[in-house]
């Protein structure tokens, strides 16, 4: 079954990037999900300065914010796509990967429509 890992970080430094973990950590982490044979897909999202959010209101107008004014405490750092067994898996290795630390991996089923 294929799980989302939404990579939460908990804070971000003065450039916008994610604390907390080194690069080598990362670069280790990546290794062992391909090594592992469960990677779908995945990709780190660069600094949150370069974010633009884009909200639509009630009248149809579209409104967008660009820089780095994030409204949570959390800053969306990355993803990965994995297909493993079950639940538990998934869980275990979000528990595993770098970003769970200093901030959250939210682990969610990817939709199957049977297409």
Known sequence: MKYMMLIMAGAADENGGAVGCSVEEWMAYDQQVREAGILVSGES?????????????????????????????EL????????????????????RCPGARDGAVVVRPVADFGG
């Open 45 to 73: 999202l660069a600094d949150l300065v370069t974010a633009t959010t884009v909200r639509v209101g009630p009248d149809g107008r579209r409104t967008v914010t660009d820089g780095p004014f994030a409204e949570s405490r």
């Open 76 to 95: 969306l750092g990355g993803f990965y796509v994995i297909d493993v067994p079950d639940l538990d898996a998934a869980l275990d290795w979000a528990a």
